[in-house]
């Protein structure tokens, strides 16, 4: 988990939230760290760079052939 998400738009919820994260030093380190861990999971360079091979060595549809 790297985010607060809450169930409904409320003030009392928000306000909540954020008051655990002003509390938790542990709380915001693991955010943090969690965010971290996804950033570089979902966005590196080389993961990018071979996503973009596959695609442009992927087959070209032919026009009219409902592809």
Known sequence: ????LLGESSTAL???AM???V????L???YAQ????RFLD???????LDA???LLKSPVAEPGNGR
Do not use: I, P
């Open 19 to 21: 008051q655990d994260l």
């Open 34 to 37: 969690a965010a971290h861990r």
């Open 23 to 26: 509390e938790s030093a542990a």
């Open 1 to 4: 988990q790297c985010a607060v």
């Open 52 to 54: 973009w091979e596959n």
């Open 14 to 16: 928000l306000t909540e």
């Open 42 to 48: 979902r966005y590196q360079l080389e993961r990018h």
């Open 28 to 30: 915001r380190t693991r």
